[in-house]
């Protein structure tokens, strides 16, 4: 799913139902607020998921360490959400937990993709 497409239905379900979508202008203020939120809840979603990995398999910050070469200062500072990973690490980690990157994150990548796709092709249809 995008990002646009989640913000979009944010958007709906606090819009009043007798306020067309259409007619409703954003404050960007607001919209800075939801980006920002949604954020957050996703960093926090994804350094509790490594945390939990890490610790369900019992293995050490050293452990990773050695497995993945990532520092073990970066491992802390993600699960601890100071620190957000590149798409490299997140491979990295979850090859190393034995799971994918889907399941860190908590979503079908594939599936949003193909709903990203929709949504662009479908905003390109005239009318």
Sequence with gaps: ????????????SLTPASQPLDRMQPDPLDEAKVRASVSEVARSRVSAVLRQLRAARGLSYDAIRERTGLSQQLLYDVEYGDRRLTLDELMLLAGCYG????DVLGIDLVAARISADVDTDYRRLPG
Excluded: G, K
């Excluded at 799913?1 to 709906?12: C, V």
């Design 99 to 102: 799971v994918s990157a889907d």
């Design 1 to 12: 799913m995008s990002e646009e497409t989640l913000l979009d239905r944010l958007r709906a």
